[in-house]
């Protein structure tokens, strides 16, 4: 018998004619991961991972992080399907376990196999009582399942099972830009839309010297923490200083927030365009703070035609850092380094702003240069090293 990590599907199994596509990208996406450290081989039930035993703590860690993993089992490979074999090989798993209470699940994927997975469960029940002593069989709450599994040319017997996160393979829905602030919000957005399978690249407005070099680090920082759960995450860096100063020198300050956000969005979309983003992605959360109300989003969203993704619009804001705690984001998001979205923020916001009062307040500045102004700032930054990021922090 050999060691061998089994991944479940779950999700993409209704994919049915699309399947092939799907496990390529995940098999794609496994290999950037681990590299050469293990061989990949699936068919459309399970996904197969051999490695060496010094590598094992390496693969699984990666596995945890990879989207469209149902479920991640550790197990051992028998080289056929006999029953002597299968008795062998389970015989030598228990003497390496401790448990005083179990029992055996059996699946079959080959149904012509001499006996049914309840009598495969009985005889292995028996074989396991047979060769442990001070053991009993426990249906209701076991110590330890084993699970034992009959398929066309191999059986498998696992005990362990990891649950995955599960989603689709990100890279398999197309590609879509990331509105990326310093918040708690944003970042965890941008995971949920990767768990849907969806590439991200990151948009980011500083507005320098209102907002500091560290704000920009810190959502570089924030890249790269969620790129842990995908590729490289590039991150369009648009400067809006005079945009925002135009804004707020000319522009009644209760609209300040929902102008400024028209804005960003228009200026968003051309960057998703340019790179072929399909959709926006945004961490807004309905009701959370005036620009996020319905009239809001409904204003700020009309400047657009592209479709703009909310992945957090219903939930509140204690689930939203608990999610950022899970993912490793809440501890960087809260560092206090302010970005442009916390500046020059007016006391009294509009909650309900009047779409016919926005088209006459733009018209009080030159937007559309403005815009194309800004840019034609844009930097590209990339992933860097954990290590530079401390540094920076």
């Excluded at 228990?94 to 149904?111: A, C, M």
């Excluded at 804004?247 to 300050?253: D, E, G, L, T, V």
Aim: proline content about 4%; overall charge neutral; some cysteine.
């Amino acid at each position: 018998m050999q060691k061998i990590i089994m991944l479940k599907y779950a999700e993409l199994n209704t994919k049915k004619a699309n399947i092939g596509m799907f496990l390529h990208i995940l098999k794609q996406n496994i290999e950037e991961k681990i590299g050469n450290f293990a061989n990949i081989e699936f068919d459309k039930g399970r996904m197969f991972i051999k490695t060496e035993e010094k590598n094992y703590s390496f693969v699984l860690n990666s596995l945890k992080k990879i989207f469209g993993i149902h479920e991640i089992e550790v197990g051992y490979q028998i080289e056929n399907t006999k029953m002597s074999l299968i008795e062998e090989s389970l015989i030598k798993i228990i003497q390496n376990k401790d448990f005083q209470t179990f029992k055996v699940e059996t699946k079959r994927s080959d149904k012509n196999y001499p006996l049914t997975s309840l009598e495969i469960s009985k005889h292995l029940g028996g074989i396991i009582l047979k060769n442990k002593e001070n053991i009993k069989v426990d249906v209701q709450n076991p110590e330890v399942i084993f699970y034992v599994e009959i398929r066309k040319d191999h059986a498998y017997i696992y005990s362990e099972k990891i649950k995955g996160l599960g989603g689709y393979p990100v890279g398999t829905l197309g590609k879509g830009l990331l509105m990326l602030s310093g918040g708690i919000d944003s970042p965890v957005a941008g995971y949920l839309a990767m768990k849907r399978g969806v590439k991200i690249e990151a948009i980011y407005f500083e507005s320098p010297p209102h907002t500091s070099v560290e704000a920009k680090n810190k959502v570089e920082a924030l890249a790269k923490i969620i790129s842990e759960y995908a590729t490289p995450i590039k991150i369009h860096v648009i400067n809006f200083t005079k945009i925002q100063e135009e804004i707020y020198k000319n522009i009644p300050h209760e609209y300040l927030i929902t102008i400024m956000r028209r804005m960003m969005y228009r200026i968003s979309e051309k960057i998703a365009y340019r790179n072929n983003c399909k959709i926006l992605i945004n961490g807004e959360s309905i009701g959370q703070v005036a620009s996020q109300t319905l009239t809001s989003m409904a204003a700020i969203n009309e400047v657009v035609s592209i479709p703009v993704i909310r992945p957090v619009a219903c939930f509140d804001k204690l689930e939203i850092i608990a999610l950022a705690k899970q993912i490793g984001t809440y501890e960087t998001s809260i560092l206090p380094f302010e970005d442009c979205c916390t500046i020059f923020v007016p006391e009294h916001p509009v909650i309900n702003p009047e779409k016919e009062k926005c088209l006459e307040y733009e018209k009080l500045i030159p937007y559309e240069e403005l815009i194309k102004e800004a840019l034609q700032t844009e930097t590209v930054l990339t992933n860097q090293t954990k290590k530079e990021f401390e540094d920076l922090l």
